[in-house]
């Protein structure tokens, strides 16, 4: 019996000691959304992969320092590549990306690109240097952008 009697003791005492502490919610500020009422809507970026043909070549040496490029004679010199198609909204361009660009680097494309409604371009450096979040974003709001 005295075994039973401490572990009940002891299960009373943890039970009191942990329900007696509270916490506060020292929340200031907050925000409510509601998804049906959306006041304003960026254009759209359409997204999708497309199949663009492909012909293998090999280079030839014409001279010492001279290089030719020619097709390849081989029955699987040629075929269809994945490719990311991203097209704007009124835009009659499309930018085209390889399959294997980082999953990191392609969604901060992605989101820059629509946030900021600037279109993605090349080189990547001076995109994300026009497309800065700080740019748009309310000055009395801080947030760290990892930039």
Same mark, same amino acid.
């Given at each position: 019996?005295?075994?039973?009697?401490?572990?009940?003791?002891?299960?009373?005492?943890?039970?009191?000691?942990?329900?007696?502490?509270?916490?506060?919610?020292?929340?200031?500020?907050?925000?409510?959304?509601?998804?049906?009422?959306?006041?304003?809507?960026?254009?759209?970026?359409?997204?999708?992969?497309?199949?663009?043909?492909?012909?293998?070549?090999?280079?030839?040496?014409?001279? #010492?320092?001279?290089?030719?490029?020619?097709?390849? $004679? &081989? @029955?699987?010199? !040629?075929? =269809?590549?994945?490719?990311?198609?991203? /097209?704007?909204?009124?835009?009659? #361009?499309?930018?085209?990306?390889?399959?294997?660009? $980082? &999953? @990191?680097?392609? !969604?901060? =494309?992605?989101?820059?690109?629509?946030? /900021?409604?600037?279109?993605?371009?090349?080189?990547?450096?001076?995109?994300?240097?026009?497309?800065?979040?700080?740019?748009?974003?309310?000055?009395?709001?801080?947030?760290?952008?990892?930039?």
């Amino acid at each position: 019996m005295n075994w039973k009697a401490i572990a009940m003791f002891l299960f009373i005492a943890i039970v009191v000691m942990n329900c007696g502490k509270t916490r506060e919610l020292t929340l200031e500020n907050s925000r409510t959304i509601n998804p049906d009422e959306v006041s304003a809507i960026h254009p759209n970026v359409a997204i999708s992969v497309g199949w663009m043909p492909y012909q293998s070549n090999k280079l030839i040496q014409t001279g #010492d320092y001279e290089w030719k490029i020619v097709k390849n $004679d &081989n @029955e699987d010199s !040629g075929g =269809l590549s994945p490719v990311i198609m991203i /097209t704007y909204q009124d835009e009659p #361009d499309t930018l085209f990306l390889d399959m294997n660009i $980082d &999953n @990191e680097l392609l !969604g901060k =494309l992605l989101k820059h690109s629509v946030m /900021t409604q600037q279109k993605i371009s090349r080189p990547f450096t001076t995109f994300f240097e026009e497309a800065k979040c700080a740019s748009c974003h309310p000055k009395h709001i801080k947030i760290d952008f990892g930039e």
